[in-house]
T-cell receptor
Framework: GAGVSQSPSNKVTEKGKDVELRCDPISGHTALYWYRQRLGQGLEFLIYFQGNSAPDKSGLPSDRFSAERTGESVSTLTIQRTQQEDSAVYLC????????????FGSGTRLTVV | DQQVKQNSPSLSVQEGRISILNCDYT??????FLWYKKYPAEGPTFLIS?????DKNEDGRFTVFLNKSAKHLSLHIVPSQPGDSAVYFC????????????????FGTGTRLTIIP
């Protein structure tokens, strides 16, 4: 597609449930990133995929968080046993491998854990 | 530990005047800096960047200035237009560590700019 697509746009879930967030990057973009923005805070790096290399998972806040990417296409971010502090906007972005000028973000998934 | 700080949560500027958004960083390893603009319900969009080998980068109405000794950068928008009303995020990375400066950006908390017609 023309841009980075994320679904769902909004998700309300009960504490303790698992959630899965989806990201469709721009076709041909080899790099894919997940960030989150909690209320009143900056964007926080979570994970980075680049081609077939091992992902950089250094930003994942706990082992309840995991992400997968199928080849150079769709990625899913899974949060298990959600907690209220997981409430945030989860943003996905993609870029061409050799791009040093910033990447393209999706509109995000607003997750609310009640 | 906030390594990138935007100390002004909001700023109001009259249309046609200059808008100056400020950003400070603490990590001396940062050598590549970017500004993003975000409208409500949309993802951030890349605006302009600068590497530490420069002290100024200009793109149309947007100019970014970098003062390495002060660990400070600023974004100037002139003249300001109503469509510039948005939240502006400063971000930083280390080209020394990453290949292209994109892989792991550290963001500030943003400044909400309102342009008054």
């Amino acid at each position: 597609g023309a841009g980075v697509s994320q679904s769902p746009s909004n998700k309300v879930t009960e504490k303790g449930k698992d959630v899965e967030l989806r990201c469709d990057p721009i076709s041909g973009h080899t790099a894919l990133y997940w960030y989150r923005q909690r209320l009143g805070q900056g964007l926080e790096f979570l994970i980075y995929f680049q081609g077939n290399s091992a992902p950089d998972k250094s930003g994942l806040p706990s082992d309840r968080f995991s992400a997968e990417r199928t080849g150079e296409s769709v990625s899913t971010l899974t949060i298990q046993r959600t907690q209220q502090e997981d409430s945030a906007v989860y943003l996905c972005a993609s870029s061409l491998e050799a791009t040093a000028g910033g990447y393209t973000f999706g509109s995000g998934t607003r997750l609310t854990v009640v | 530990d906030q390594q990138v700080k935007q100390n002004s949560p909001s700023l109001s500027v009259q249309e046609g005047r200059i808008s100056i958004l400020n950003c400070d960083y603490t990590n001396s390893m940062f050598d590549y800096f970017l500004w993003y603009k975000k409208y409500p319900a949309e993802g951030p969009t890349f605006l302009i960047s600068i590497s530490s080998i420069k002290d100024k980068n200009e793109d149309g109405r947007f100019t970014v200035f970098l003062n390495k000794s002060a660990k400070h950068l600023s974004l100037h928008i002139v003249p300001s237009q109503p469509g510039d009303s948005a939240v502006y995020f400063c971000a930083a990375s280390s080209l020394f560590i990453s290949n292209f400066g994109n892989e792991k950006l550290t963001f500030g908390t943003g400044t909400r700019l309102t342009i008054i017609p």
